[in-house]
């Protein structure tokens, strides 16, 4: 292992030890304490949601259509927890087989929108929406999403486009990037 990587590697261990909550972090208002469990609900006013989150590990071809209930929403289980160093990501439907789901109006979200991942125990924690996008499914940035990142960011997916009614579904996705809201006001 060289010098540099070395350093990269402690400074992104000390980056993961204060966002888990040493009690340290807690008193620093640059960092924030994630509560410990899964996140039990996201709550985006704006839009009116409030949705219970289930969590998918899309290792199971009948997870592919996350989440189970259209009014839920499903956290990716495999990444980072929400408010953790990374992009967790959180999926909703469009709509149903009758009329709109839980992600209907995630359209109508535009930087500065604020969204709220609320954990069993703890304060909510609070993200700042900094854009939006549309991907076809072909040409998702899978890097951005999945790959390595320093931010402490919330990835919002809904469907889009045109509905395919051969099995495949919408064409697109709906993308919304949003950041943690650190005490001292900063973006995490």
């Known amino acids: 292992m060289t010098r540099l990587t070395a350093v990269r590697a402690l400074a992104l261990g000390l980056t993961a030890f ?3 909550g040493s009690s340290a972090s807690a ?3 640059a960092t924030v304490t994630v509560p410990r469990g899964w ?3 996201l709550t985006i006013q704006k ?8 969590g998918v590990d899309l290792s199971k071809p009948s997870e592919v259509h996350a989440p189970a209930k259209w009014g839920d929403v499903a956290w990716y289980t495999r990444g980072p927890r929400p408010g953790e160093v990374g992009r967790a990501s959180i999926y909703g ?6 009329c709109p789901a ?3 109006k995630l359209k109508d ?3 500065g929108d604020t969204v709220q991942v609320t954990y069993a125990k703890g304060r909510p924690l609070t993200f700042k929406v900094l854009w939006q996008g549309v991907f076809a499914n072909t040409k998702l940035p899978i890097q951005f999403l999945y790959g390595p990142s320093t ?6 997916f809904t469907c889009t486009g045109v509905f395919r009614r051969d099995g495949t579904g919408y064409d697109h996705k709906l993308i919304v990037y949003a950041r943690l809201v650190l005490p001292n006001g900063k973006l995490g």
């Open 27 to 29: 008193a620093s208002s």
């Open 109 to 111: 979200l535009k930087a």
């Open 151 to 156: 931010e402490h960011g919330l990835v919002l």
């Open 18 to 20: 204060s966002v888990l």
């Open 93 to 98: 439907h469009l709509d149903s087989t009758c």
């Open 47 to 54: 839009i009116g949601v409030k949705a219970t989150v289930e």
């Open 102 to 104: 839980v992600f209907y």
């Open 39 to 41: 996140p039990k609900s």
